[in-house]
């Protein structure tokens, strides 16, 4: 570690609800964004009530609120990269498309909640359609699993429009986003495949061994893990290969402290006993 006083690490802005849980949402992505070497900065979009089984309820903040949080420390400390997780209503998405405006060349991270791992609504039409128009054109790479990445692609005026994973990217980045990491969790693979996109397709795809039992808060780990990463100065690419060694790992390590889902551990790094250097990883295509 430096000791120079001056050398800080990088600082990563999260805006997502809370989780009492500490599972996912904004307690999940400070506890990933330290984890990477980074500073987390956050600023609560919506309280919730749930457990590791799923969501109850859901407060959402004010959204002058949200605002006047994400300015008084933009205003004080320098922003690496910018996390954005669940935002609990139309006007917190504005909000924040607004704020985050005045910084365009500070890289955005998207990942969009639209339902817990249980499955509770998360999201309505209004804020899907927000989403797309105001926060999709701002956004540096977006983190859906499969399940999102239909909802957010599909015509709305066409029942029977079902398109696969790749055409679901070519929309979503067609509405102004520059990168869409597309994670397969919820598709019936024999590994789990996640796949990058950008405007010229697929940039890379990886492939992970599945991992029994069912994890609450994987995706916010991925994301604020990719957050961190290019706060760190790593490329795109870089930044999504770790990202994803890093929550594979944690996930590996996870644990379940309560009724329902595991946890991801994300500070598997940090205990005694030591992980093996012959671990199974991703194959990469």
């Given amino acids: 570690m430096s000791s120079n006083p001056n050398d800080n690490p ?7 609800a809370t989780d009492p849980t500490s599972g996912a949402g904004l307690q999940a992505d400070i506890l990933t964004i330290s984890s990477m070497g980074c500073h987390p900065l956050s600023v609560v979009t919506a309280v919730t009530v749930q457990d590791t089984g799923g969501v109850d309820d859901v407060l ?6 949200v605002t006047d949080q994400a300015r008084a420390v933009l205003e004080d400390m320098p ?4 996390k954005i997780g669940l935002l609990g209503s139309v006007e917190n998405i504005a909000a924040i498309a607004e704020v985050i405006s005045d910084y365009p060349d500070i890289p955005l991270v998207f990942d969009p909640v639209l339902a817990s791992g249980r499955g509770d609504e998360l999201a309505n039409e209004d804020m899907i359609d927000a989403m797309r128009e105001l926060l999709l054109p701002q956004t540096t790479i977006l983190t859906p699993n499969s399940l999102e990445a239909r909802r957010l692609a599909q015509d709305e005026d066409n029942e029977e429009d079902n398109p696969d994973l790749a055409e679901c990217a070519k929309r979503i980045i067609l509405l102004g986003c520059e990168y869409v990491l597309v994670t ?3 598709e019936n693979t024999p590994k789990v495949v996640n796949t990058l996109y950008g405007e010229q397709g697929r ?3 990886d492939n992970w061994p599945r991992l029994p039992g069912i994890y609450h808060g994987s995706g916010c ?3 604020s893990a990719i957050a961190a ?3 760190s100065g790593l490329t795109m690419t870089e930044a999504i290969k770790e990202a994803q060694e890093y929550t594979w790992q944690a996930l590996k390590y ?3 402290p309560g009724m329902g889902q595991h946890i991801p551990d994300r500070l598997f790094w940090a205990r005694e006993e030591e992980i093996p250097d012959d671990d199974e990883s991703s194959t990469r295509h």
């Fill in 10 to 16: 990088p600082i990563v802005l999260t805006f997502a």
């Fill in 60 to 65: 959402a903040m004010d959204s002058e609120w």
């Fill in 79 to 82: 922003v690496a990269a910018f």
């Fill in 184 to 186: 397969g969790t919820h």
């Fill in 203 to 205: 940039v890379r795809m």
């Fill in 221 to 223: 780990t991925l994301a």
């Fill in 229 to 231: 990463l290019l706060a």
């Fill in 254 to 256: 996870g644990f379940r």
